[in-house]
């Protein structure tokens, strides 16, 4: 397994893809649609002998531009097939259209939370930038992964472990003889990993609980007891229950705040983001938002707090 270090103009810095050799030559993430990425992608992959006609499978842990934005350039090279869970198939297939059901979603959520309207403004011209980055890829090219399912890699079996969290739709795999989980974004060892708020799913009527399903998907990757965790952005981690149990121990703490600032001080998701987050700005009080709601879902699913509607704004209480 080699990792393929692929640079983002993003603030989270370089995404790790992983190649596999083997019977089918198989790229795990792609980098962002961006010149800089697919150059050093091409480069990546020449240094080991190959070249993008080559690769016969890609593998997408999720559909965030940084880990499958190239991958409609990958399939126009090579014909490969596209591996991921189901939930990211209109993502990569219709990801402009898919995209764009994130703005008026994201209006309604920032109006809900009592955010002022130029707040949505400001999220949603940071979305539109995002949606440079990636193109879809064909229909027929794309493969559903369910959750256990069996990949070959190299010669290796691994398994998809289906984690949602970060994502609606992540994906982890893990290899069980050499204990190694590759975690994409779901584990990262230096930054805790978003909760991204989400729309519904197309057939779906509620939006995904981001940082309820975070926390099951890492009780769940706990029980698997890798040695070592290959993750999306940053080193390696090898201390993997140590990290769990600080993250969770992380969460656990920042429920407490935001219940005791509920008692206090706030009552709306954005006036909880501007109290544990008063320096973000523009696209990252998305993020500080996706982060305080995740928290809320959590509070009011151990009937810690419970929600009011009022005025079209979504007000928090201290049960
Ligand atoms: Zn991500």
């Known amino acids: 397994m080699h990792t393929l270090v692929i640079p983002t103009p993003f603030p989270v810095g370089p995404v790790n893809c992983y190649l596999a050799e083997g019977d089918e030559l198989t790229l795990i993430d792609t980098g962002p649609k961006d010149a800089a990425a697919l150059a050093a992608l091409r480069e990546e992959l020449r240094a080991r002998g190959f070249a993008l006609s080559d690769v016969r499978r890609v593998i997408v842990s999720h559909a965030h531009v940084d880990h499958m934005g190239l991958a409609a350039q990958i399939v126009a ?20 259209n898919e995209w764009g059901r994130r703005y008026d979603f994201y209006r309604t959520v920032a109006r809900q939370s009592g955010a002022p309207p130029e707040y949505a403004d400001r999220v949603v011209q940071g979305m539109q930038i995002f949606s440079r980055y990636a193109d879809p890829i064909p229909a027929e090219n794309f493969v559903a992964l369910e959750d256990d399912a069996a990949v070959t890699l190299g010669d290796a079996a691994w398994r998809v472990v289906f984690a949602p969290g970060h994502a609606g739709g992540l994906i982890c795999l893990h290899d069980p003889s050499s204990r190694t989980l590759m975690a994409s974004d779901h584990l990262l060892r230096d930054i805790t990993s978003n909760p991204v708020l989400e729309p519904p799913a197309r057939d779906e009527a509620a939006r995904p609980r981001a940082l309820v399903d975070y926390i099951a998907s890492m009780e769940k990757t706990l029980q698997l007891a890798p040695q070592v965790v290959l993750p999306g952005h940053g080193e390696p981690i090898y201390d993997v229950r140590a990290l769990i149990a600080a993250r969770l121990a992380f969460h656990r703490a920042r429920l407490d705040h935001i219940e005791a600032q509920l008692r206090c001080c706030a009552s709306t998701a954005y006036e909880l983001c501007n109290v544990l987050f008063p320096k973000l700005k523009s696209f990252d009080v998305f993020l500080g938002l996706s982060e305080v709601i995740g928290h809320l879902d959590l509070l009011e699913r151990a009937g810690r707090i419970r929600c009011e509607m009022r005025d079209e704004v979504i007000r928090y209480v201290p049960v």
């Open 77 to 96: 090279e090579s014909g490969a097939r596209v591996l991921a869970h189901a939930r990211n198939r209109w993502w990569l297939t219709d990801f402009h």
